[in-house]
């Protein structure tokens, strides 16, 4: 059974870090898609960051390129988000999802076939 638990989030003000977490598990490290969606209240899902295990691809939107970061911890089965220069406009739920296709690392929901619970981030201002 495919397992995705996100952490992390919390609240920061504006300008500061916040790293988030995706243990991950009932899949292996090296065959996985895992991408960071986000859903602001009353805005549809938006994607974040995706991560290819199969060739260490990474995807970032335009709206976090150079100030997020994702990565993997291939030993705790964990998957990151790193998050710095936070904005008001960061506020939303993150959520970490997952596939077993191969596909490059694409940004949109309806790749993905596993999700997890989310996690708050707010960015105060």
């Known amino acids: 059974e495919v397992q995705l638990v996100e952490s992390g989030g919390g609240l920061v003000q504006a300008g500061g870090s916040l790293r988030l977490s995706c243990a991950f598990s009932g899949f292996s490290f090296d065959e996985y898609l895992i991408a960071w969606f986000r859903q602001a209240p009353g805005k549809d899902y938006e994607g974040v960051s995706c991560l290819s295990s199969y060739d260490g691809e990474t995807t970032y939107a335009d709206s976090v390129e150079g100030r997020f970061t994702i990565s993997s911890d291939n030993s705790k089965n964990t998957v990151y988000l790193q998050m710095t220069s936070l904005e008001p406009a960061d506020t939303a739920v993150y959520y970490c999802?997952?596939?077993?296709?191969?596909?490059?690392?694409?940004?949109?929901?309806?790749?993905?076939?596993?999700w997890g619970q989310g996690t708050q981030v707010t960015v105060s201002s």
């Open positions: 999802a997952s596939t077993f296709k191969r596909l490059g690392a694409p940004l949109t929901t309806y790749e993905y076939d596993f």
